[in-house]
């Protein structure tokens, strides 16, 4: 079929190339939230490694000690529930946000945005905005091209090596790392982790961009299963900017029947991602609202409402008169969709459904699955047992006419303070601990000691019997650790 369709001597390719995307620079109050997202996420990243607690890192992921340091609490790989309910938290947020406001996560939290975002303006200060960009872009190589390009990609590689070591300073204690650097006795997996993430992080928001949103990340193919009609995204009121066209300033566009939409193209000018929003709502949208600041700006310009690309949903957007487009608008019509944005029909339709089934079953299981956490977390003994039979010793006759068992006894003390702990036992009549009945365990370690447990020779011979180890903390406000075992006693 495409031999029969095509000429001879033509190509056709499968695949369209890329188009480099120039973002334009925008200013409005969501750019102004998207930048306070920038500086609090980098804020917290860059500064959180370097806050100490009880003289060490307060947050650290000791991976060779399989010690988990966030402020006051030590974790361990026992420890695994805690990481899972805080993940099964976030995927919940992310449905709540989701359902709610669209890609909230997307256009102002993610780290692809957010490194975007700042290499961008790294870049414009080296090579100036969209149009200085693509001509710079387009002419020769000169020393002036040279030099511009060489220092942007300078400062970028500056912030993407800062990246990677704050990055490995979560693994390692960071304040450590800089003489082991300039000493050369940074191990090698040290030093890859920190030149790998530098240069993803330079690859990714340099090059990559909106590669990554669109075809790398999964969001964006599975996020219209959480979207509903009451879900708030940026859309293009093509009822009110239909039909579009450009006009000028002080011309009636009623007059000359056209809605407000200018046709500017300034909304596809600023997409991070390059889409025509008045196409409607696409996967590719990070519902970054970059489109609506530069819209509201040409509205103002033309002293019409703002509004004409909004934050809204689909049942606000189609109300009744903000319905589907069945023509273009002209006359009263017109008058009628240009009406201030305060008193735009579907307004009220947002907010009342807020609060939805969807919204408030995610409220309440995310808000019961927090408060299980943090009483979980709360009440949490710090100390942790193990009791593992000793395979090489199961049983033996003593001195004294006594039954001897050896257990291998584990304590973990996650508390950042050493306890001493006494070690009982119960269940058989007469049964001691032969072995030091007290042990000193530091904080923040662990300590394997041997756990000799002995019986009157008189007991039941032939037999395994249950016994109870219980582990006393010094600190009368610990509850005592209780472990169950067997005794083995051997016949005569």
């Given amino acids: 079929m495409i031999e029969s369709t095509a000429q001879k001597g033509d190509v056709i390719w499968l695949y369209q190339a890329a188009q480099k995307i120039y973002p334009r620079s925008v200013s409005g109050r969501f750019a102004r939230w998207r930048w306070s997202m920038v500086v609090l996420t980098q ?13 060490r890192q307060a947050v650290l992921f000791d991976l060779g000690a399989r010690k988990f340091y966030l402020f006051g ?17 976030c995927a919940l947020a992310l449905f709540l946000f989701t359902a709610v406001a669209g890609r909230l996560w997307c256009g102002y939290a993610c780290p692809q945005t957010v490194y975007t975002e ?9 090579e100036g905005d969209r149009h200085a960009r693509m001509k710079l872009d387009q002419g020769p190589w000169n020393l002036q091209k040279l030099v511009r390009k060489g220092s942007k990609h300078l400062a970028w590689s500056g912030v993407a090596l800062l990246t990677g ?21 940074v191990s090698g997996w040290t030093l890859f982790w920190m030149l790998f993430y530098s240069v993803a992080t330079w690859g990714n928001a340099g090059f990559m961009r909106e590669q990554v949103c669109k075809y790398m990340c ?5 996020q219209s299963a959480m979207f509903d009609r009451d879900t708030l995204t940026v859309t293009y009121d093509q009822r009110r900017g239909e039909p579009r066209g450009s006009r000028p300033r002080t011309a009636d566009p009623a007059q000359l029947n056209l809605g407000s939409c200018v046709d500017c193209n300034l909304c596809v000018q600023v997409c991070p991602t390059g889409i025509d929003i008045r196409q409607g709502l696409q996967y590719e949208c990070i519902g970054c609202a970059a489109c609506v600041d530069v819209c509201d700006d040409v509205m103002d310009r033309m002293n019409y409402p703002r509004g004409l690309i909004r934050y809204t949903s689909e049942r606000a957007i189609s109300g009744p008169l903000n319905g589907p487009v069945s023509g273009p608008l002209t006359g009263p019509a017109i008058e009628t969709a240009r009406r201030p944005s305060t008193s735009t029909p579907g307004n009220s339709e947002i907010w009342s459904h807020l609060l939805r089934p969807r919204t408030l079953i995610y409220t309440t299981i995310l808000l019961s699955i927090f408060s299980l956490w943090v009483a979980a ?3 949490r003994n710090p100390l942790r047992v193990d009791v593992i039979r000793d395979r090489t010793a199961l049983a033996r006759f003593v001195e004294d006419d006594w039954v001897e068992n050896v257990y291998r006894l584990q304590l973990m003390n996650s508390d950042e303070h050493p306890h001493r702990y006494r070690v009982s036992v119960a269940g058989i009549p007469g049964i001691r601990v032969a072995s030091a009945a007290q042990i000193l365990v530091d904080a923040a370690s662990n300590r394997s000691v041997a756990l000799r447990i002995q019986v009157p020779e008189a007991t039941q011979p032939g037999h ?9 903390s010094d600190d009368p406000s610990r509850q005592p650790v209780l472990e169950k075992s067997v005794f083995l006693i051997p016949s005569d």
């Fill in 43 to 55: 804020l917290v990243f860059y500064g959180l490694p370097w806050l100490a607690w009880n003289d």
């Fill in 73 to 89: 609490v030590v974790l361990w790989p026992q420890d695994f529930i805690y990481l899972t309910g805080l993940l099964v938290m």
């Fill in 118 to 126: 700042i290499f961008l303006w790294i870049e414009r200060r080296f």
């Fill in 165 to 185: 070591f704050t990055f490995v300073g979560y693994f390692e204690p960071i304040r450590e790392l800089p003489m082991e650097i300039l000493t050369l006795s």
């Fill in 218 to 222: 999964p969001y964006a193919r599975f």
């Fill in 377 to 379: 977390l709360t009440v």
């Fill in 464 to 472: 395994s019997m249950p016994i109870e180890i219980q582990i006393t």
